[in-house]
């Protein structure tokens, strides 16, 4: 059964992933690590990352329905250098998130950043979104200190579908014939991106009666890493995948203009 993530669910995974994400901070034997998954990124780089970038998007959900772009947060977007002021400006850039994400509301109009989508543009699709983006960061924070990295299986069942929904949407035609994409996780959830001359579009699967026919092309793998393979953070060759594999090179040659 598909479950969707209420809001202060939402704001809960953002908090603890955060903290998940602070916690490698604090123990990494240093900030000068290349992120194997961030070509060219350090560490520190990627804290700078994740501090700066939830204070903009901040100060964007407390601009409101009216803002058009990522406005500037109040306070130092810059990461002290000092591990301890280091965790506490992590720590405040979280906080200023989710007190703007609380004094919003779910259903107050947002910038978001991406286009006409399946995702609204809210502050609930934001704190949605903050949930993925901070949550495949800290994968990339573990794995760089050489911890056993995936994601939580609630926070990964909702990133497929939060990134088929905004990533692989789109209203111009498919230049080839008619096909769809089936997107299993092993813990009993599946989508089917469809593609055809109407654009591209996600649906849920229901977990029985479903027609492995109707695929031209499925991949399968726990939901962890069906995110993971979506971020590109690791090979479609660690998937369990079935069908035209032209049919996925296809798909990811494509660059609709309304791709988000």
Sequence with gaps: ??????FPELLRLIDERATAFR????????????VPTCPEWTLSDLVQHIGEGRRRWAATVAAGP??????PAEGDTVAPQEREALLAWLA??????????????PDQGCFTGWGYTQTPHTAGGVARHQVQEI?????????TVGEQASLPVEVALDGVEENLFIASFSTSA???????????????????????GDGARTTRLP?????????????RGTASDLVLYLYQRISVDSLQLDGD????????????????
């Design 245 to 260: 594999r032209g049919l996925l090179d296809l798909l990811w040659a494509w660059e609709p203009e309304d791709w988000a």
């Design 66 to 71: 009216d803002a058009t772009s990522r406005t």
């Design 135 to 143: 949550a495949v960061h800290t994968y990339d924070a573990q794995l």
């Design 207 to 219: 977990a029985t009666g479903q027609d492995p026919d109707a695929a031209g092309f499925s991949v």
């Design 1 to 6: 059964m598909h479950k969707t993530l209420e």
């Design 92 to 105: 405040a850039s979280t906080e200023l998130l989710l007190a703007a994400l609380r004094e919003a509301g």
């Design 174 to 196: 498919w230049p080839h014939k008619p096909t769809a994409f089936d997107f299993h996780a092993t813990e009993g959830r599946s989508w089917r991106l469809t593609v055809d």
């Design 23 to 34: 916690a490698v901070i604090a123990a990494a034997p240093s900030l000068d690590l290349p």
